[in-house]
């Protein structure tokens, strides 16, 4: 079934659907923003711009707030049913995905200021990066198929989350081999293993928003490994 | 290094079509208007196992217009079915088949098979005033008998032959005043008239009074319409203990209504059944554009 949200009969409706819905997308593209000022500030050990993201975080929770107070608004006004229901719900729900990306994007920037403090030659630096990339596109792809309602692109992008899980395994291995190699570097690594951690939540997140793609467009609640949902 | 795309006018494609839908009137919108035979058979689950009306094939004319295409449709023991549709989609008409409420309009024609419990409904040795103790019904106004509250309920059981004696309608009347949660607020003026209760009471003296025959079926004709929140909130309370005893089918304008009172939800356009499905189907996740269309308030 095709995805019509500008035909209802109450012209007011529709604004308020396209408005929660540009609201939720608007939220994301500051995190996504985010996202890639924690990662740039830990690569180039730029604690200002760290300090920036840290401030930043604020806004995003009030756009959840925001986003959260429109979509109630919304169902006690006007009662959504079907398509509207629906988008109504995956806009809560990723924005709350988007929320805790923000404050993963936090923890990185974090770890970025304390890395930088410890001025020693970055180690575990390309899986940071690799990994920071990778989720960087799920993110931005899973955004990106929400606003086109396009399930195919949601799904191939979820199925990129494992290959994301796989290398996160793979660098922790590394990092402990690195604290094995040189107990002195444990506090160190400790923080790039938290930094992995908190990229690899991120793609977990883009994740949970194709899922919500999936919901909007399908009806069919795909998460935790049911996939088996969709017709 | 992916920049981030999401500005407005990639992530809001519909907002073009909002703004020209601002330009436009509605009715020039309104083209996707779908005449009955482009509606080609009903979507979802029609049938169920345990039938306790069964209807296949109907078609109702009014002299030479037909309300009613081709509909086949079962409704479950102890099942709440709600009919929704808009005004003049045939839901009511279909309905008044039920009990043959139809008989009464003159040129008025029912083909197809309905049965009741597997009997004809419309057999030509079917006495349509026991089928109507069977399949009762209640109407959009509440319309009482003006006569007082006692004589409302035991009017039914008397001509029914039910009950006869004095103590036996006292208890048919306390029983469906009971059932119907209206007997605490009327015990002590049983003898006033039952016209003098307020909206939502007559509403549920009238189901009291459908009950009170021991009806298998209850068809309901939008018994809220006319009532406060309050008052419909009580019905729609009465419906969900009645289901217990009863099948019920109920027509309703108020979607959140079907929503709430029913287990199957039957969408009607154009006189054609276009859905039918569980109700939490047909309201989060309908399959038919029409339906869809109609629940959420677009044109269609």
Redesign the interface.
Known sequence: ??M????????Q???DL?SL??EM??M??LV??QV?DAVEALANADSELAEKVLQVEEEIDRCEMEVDEHATLIIAKR????????MVMSVIRIARDLERVGDEASKVAKMAIALTDEGTAPRGYTEIRHIANAV??ML?DA??AY??FDVKSAMETLAEDEQVDMDYRSAVREMITYMMEDPRSISRVMNVLWTLRSLERIGDHAKNICEQVVYLVK??DIRHGNEKNMR | ??T?????G??????N??TK??AEP?SV?NQAVKKPEEIAGTVGSPFCDEAKLRMRNVNVFYGETQAIHDVSLDIGRNQVVAMIGPSGCGKSTFLRCLNRMNDTIEGCRVEGELTLDGEAIYGSKVDVVPLRARVGMVFQKPNPFPKSIYDNVAYGPKIHGIASRRAELDEVVENSLRRAGLWNEVKDRLDKPGTGLSGGQQQRLCIARAIAVNPEVILMDEPCSALDPIATARIEELIDELRENYTIAIVTHS??QA?RVSQRTAYFHLGKLVEVNDTETV????QH?L???Y?????G
Do not use: C, Y
């Open positions: 079934m095709e019509h949200f500008d035909q209802h009969i109450s012209r409706f529709n604004e396209e819905k540009t997308l608007e994301g593209g996504t923003r890639a009662q959504p049913a079907a398509s509207d229901l629906r960087r596109k931005n955004l990106d606003t086109r009806g069919a | 290094m992916n981030m795309t999401l500005n407005a990639e992530a809001v494609p519909a907002e079509k909002a839908l601002a509605p919108k979607m959140q929503a309201f989060t996740n309908p554009e339906t869809e269309a629940i959420t308030g677009r044109f």
